[in-house]
């Protein structure tokens, strides 16, 4: 397997002032489950989902992408639920109904070269961890990745909040978060003071997403800005999400993935590479933003829209 996404699978109702609502599959760690398989990668996603109708809905909408759905094997959960609320501009906020309450399993069969901690499933409990635990013990095999997500409603304490994410930033080769989830992790501090913090942790490059003002990579070496991408925005609901598949995406076409790839990763990620993936995921979020909910590119529709060199 390529790639391993560890948590939750979320069923999001849109709501939409004057319109009725419109439930999508969704959840950060599964969007970039799916957005990875949407870009011809062998993705599979460990995660809990309830049978019932969201869970059957998120399920097919995984597998229908090529996704390879995992669970714990517990009975009797309900799929976790989340009202979007976007106002005029489409920007999204989140009131949840949701349960973590992931248990320890065994790795996939097979071997994985890479795994993606995200958001809800990292930092709550009591299911973060046992996601936390299984990173640990693939990262003897593979590269990890981690974006924070942050969603305040169900971070409890910010302190030890930020403590969590600090533990999942140590345990990464690639971080990314947004302006926002630093904001909210770290009141008062610049992105780039932040980011520095977070490479003294460990991580080799940690991507900073500002919205409509494009992306920073901060590296030991230094930090290289993307521009932003034009576009006309229906909805945010995803954007991350896409962007860290896309990011993802392209450092393991250039056989930047998996454990034996970690020593060469701190050279590796120098200028030029940094700005192409900086590109490729910009534009994978712009593209996701321009429609309704979690729906990425797939490999085709991103190679024809990333700006030329």
């Known amino acids: 397997m390529d790639f391993l996404a560890v948590g939750e699978s979320v069923a999001d109702v849109v709501r939409t002032p004057g319109a009725p609502d419109v439930t999508h599959p969704g959840g950060s760690s599964a969007n970039v489950a799916y ?31 090529g996704v390879h759905v995992l669970t714990d094997g ?33 790795p996939p069969a097979g071997g994985v070269r890479h795994v993606h901690l995200g958001s809800i499933g990292a930092l709550v409990a009591p299911g973060a961890a046992a996601a936390q635990e299984l990173t640990a013990r693939l990262r003897a095999v593979a590269t990890v990745s981690y974006d924070p997500n942050v969603r305040p409603a169900l971070m409890g304490a910010r302190a030890a909040a930020a403590a969590q994410a600090e533990r999942c930033v140590a345990l990464s080769d690639v971080v990314k978060a947004s302006d926002e989830d630093l904001a909210w992790l770290y009141p008062g501090e610049r992105p780039g003071e932040v980011a520095a913090r977070w490479l003294r942790l460990g991580p080799a490059a940690v991507f900073v997403t500002l919205g409509a003002r494009g992306a920073h990579a901060f590296t030991a070496a230094g930090r290289v800005a993307g521009a932003p991408v034009p576009v006309e925005v229906v909805d ?5 999400d896409a962007f860290m598949s896309a990011a993802l995406d ?60």
Not at 80 to 88: N, S
Not at 264 to 282: E, F, K
């Open 35 to 65: 957005g990875l398989a949407r870009l011809g990668r062998r993705a599979a996603l460990l995660t809990q989902l309830g049978e019932d109708a969201e869970g059957r809905l998120i399920r097919e909408h995984l597998e229908g992408a």
């Open 74 to 106: 517990q009975r009797g959960t309900a799929t976790p639920t989340a009202v979007v609320t976007l106002d005029a501009h489409g920007a999204a906020t989140y009131d949840f109904a949701i349960g973590w309450t992931l248990r320890p399993v065994d």
């Open 236 to 240: 945010t609901v995803g954007a991350g």
């Open 250 to 309: 392209t450092l393991h076409a250039v056989d930047l993935t998996g454990a034996a790839a970690r020593p060469r990763l701190p050279a590796a990620l120098d200028g030029p590479l940094l700005a192409r993936v900086l590109r490729r995921a910009g534009t994978a979020a712009a593209l996701t933003v321009s429609r309704a909910g979690a729906r990425p590119p797939d490999a085709a529709e991103l190679s024809a829209a990333v700006p030329a060199r």
